[in-house]
């Protein structure tokens, strides 16, 4: 069975002070890890996808890193509009329609 | 580009009362239609997906039904709504075909809350 587990659930920092989210996940086959956010009240929005391990995609303050087990996404200077929920999600090959989504990791950055 | 549109955006819904939420995706054909629910501090959970018209396949057994008229159109229903419906719903789509590697994409939600 596919599983995501992301860490920390919750995470307060202050404007300027960096971090990294983890994303750790159990797959058969990964087809690709995607990363979203969620401010309150909206649906997810998508981020990047990851294909394999090495890969980085940057975007503005953000940056996500893949290995054969983990996903971080790196926040650099934060901001206080980066403040969200951030979810990761794999899709595992073998024909399913279906992602596996991790519970998200609820980010607040202090001005 | 494509675009999802949900609606309505909130409701409050007395309990034993019908449901019927829309989902429509526009600038895109033969999608995978997908109905979540997610809860506080829960995650996401899968209701429903659909790899075409007519076609759903549901995840969990619950009070809740889903259709899929058009091409482009979800429809998540309920004919007597429960306290435990109380949630808030997303439809998401991705494109059909291919690998199964592109991410899904998410409307905006609706907040529902069952009195």
């Known amino acids: 069975e596919d599983q995501v587990t992301q860490s920390p659930e919750a995470l307060r920092l202050q404007e300027g002070e960096s971090s990294s989210l983890n994303c750790s996940y159990t797959?058969?086959?990964?087809?690709?890890l995607f990363w979203y956010r969620q401010d309150p009240g909206k649906g997810p929005e998508f981020l990047f996808t990851?294909?394999?391990a090495g890969e980085e995609k940057e975007k503005e303050r953000l940056k996500a890193t893949l290995t054969k087990k983990e996903s971080f996404l790196h926040i650099t200077a934060p901001k206080p509009e980066d403040s969200a929920t951030y979810l990761c999600?794999?899709?595992?090959?073998?024909?399913?329609?279906?992602?596996?989504f991790g519970r998200g990791t609820s980010l607040i950055v202090h001005p | 580009s494509q675009t999802i549109h949900q609606w309505p955006a909130t409701l409050v819904q007395p309990v034993g009362s019908p449901l019927s939420l829309e989902c429509t995706v526009e600038?895109?054909?033969?999608?995978?239609l997908y109905w979540y629910r997610q809860a506080a501090g829960r995650g996401l959970q899968l209701l429903f997906y659909?790899?075409?018209?007519?076609?759903i396949s549901s995840e969990v057994p619950q009070n809740l039904s889903a259709s899929r008229p058009q091409d482009r159109q979800f429809i998540l229903s309920s004919k007597k709504l429960l306290l435990s419906d109380s949630g808030f719903y997303l439809c998401?789509?991705?494109?059909?075909?291919?690998?199964?590697?592109?991410?899904?994409?998410f409307g905006n939600g609706t907040r529902l809350t069952v009195t």
């Open positions: 797959v058969s086959g990964l087809r690709g």
């Open positions: 990851l294909y394999s």
């Open positions: 600038g895109t054909s033969n999608p995978n």
């Open positions: 999600a794999v899709q595992a090959s073998g024909g399913s329609y279906i992602p596996t």
């Open positions: 998401a789509w991705r494109p059909l075909g291919g690998s199964y590697n592109s991410p899904l994409h």
């Open positions: 659909s790899v075409g018209i007519g076609q």
